[in-house]
């Protein structure tokens, strides 16, 4: 059977940076389905689709092929992580990702690669949806501030200007629309180990996620 990792969670919880080090750790393949969905958003706003046509979403998403290398999403062949985290996209994002027909073609798009390769997911409804049955799952949360203190720094050190309230803001609403929307609402698995990373470093969280992973090796090894 496959080894597959589902970790949820809010805007800016940590989990891409806490995946992709599970993911060097235990050889799998990190997919960052967050990143699919700013795709879509991105190449909509390109062409001017607007989230409520749908039959033109559904027709952009078939000319879209999405593969990861490397941690990072490309489309087409093309990498395209930079475009994917700049505020426009962050603010836009929640609208399409909230959309039945959009969810179910990536869901399957995220589905077919779990079948593929033995991976490490981050999103919203992974351990809840896509991959129902993972292997492990974790739901990984921070307080609001922490979160955007984190987004804050991440673009800063991209070169980005920002601005700290309107960061903490713009998290306040995505975790709003995440978690009220009628599809696939982000919502902790009951199976689901839930890791509240305020005030703790990369390192410890880590730490608890292989353990947690390790015991269950061990145990179904047995
Ligand atoms: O993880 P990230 O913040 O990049 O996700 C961007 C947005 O994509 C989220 O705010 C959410 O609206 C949407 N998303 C989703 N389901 C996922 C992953 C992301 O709805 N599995």
Redesign the pocket.
């Given at each position: 059977m496959r080894l597959s990792v589902a970790i949820?969670g809010p805007?800016?919880a940590g989990?891409?940076t806490i995946a992709k080090i599970v993911a060097k750790r235990y050889n799998l393949m990190y997919i960052?389905?967050?990143?699919?969905?700013?795709a879509v958003t991105y190449k909509a706003l390109e062409k001017d689709i607007p989230p409520e046509n749908i039959e033109a979403l559904c027709n952009l998403i078939e000319t879209m092929e999405m593969h990861f290398e490397n941690d990072e999403l490309y489309l087409n062949d093309v990498n395209i992580n930079d475009q994917?985290?700049v505020p426009n996209i962050?603010k836009n994002?929640?609208a399409y990702?909230?959309i039945k027909e959009v969810?179910t073609r990536l869901v399957k798009l995220q589905r077919d690669m779990s079948k593929k390769y033995d991976v490490i997911m981050?999103?919203?409804?992974?351990g809840t949806v896509?991959l129902k049955d993972a292997s492990f799952k974790f739901f990984l949360t921070a307080s609001p501030e922490e979160r955007a203190t984190r987004r804050y720094e991440e673009l800063k050190a991209k070169g980005l200007e920002v601005d700290y309230s309107s960061i903490l803001k713009d998290i306040i609403q995505?975790d709003y629309?995440?978690s009220n929307r009628e599809v696939?609402p982000?919502t902790k698995a009951d199976d689901a180990l839930e890791v509240d990373t305020t005030g703790i470093n990369i390192d410890q969280v880590v730490n608890k996620i292989c353990e947690y992973i390790n015991n269950g090796l061990e145990l179904s090894m047995r």
């Open positions: 949820d805007a800016g989990k891409s960052n389905t967050g990143s699919m969905y700013r994917l985290t962050s994002v929640s990702a909230s969810r981050d999103g919203r409804d992974i896509v995505r629309l995440d696939d982000l």
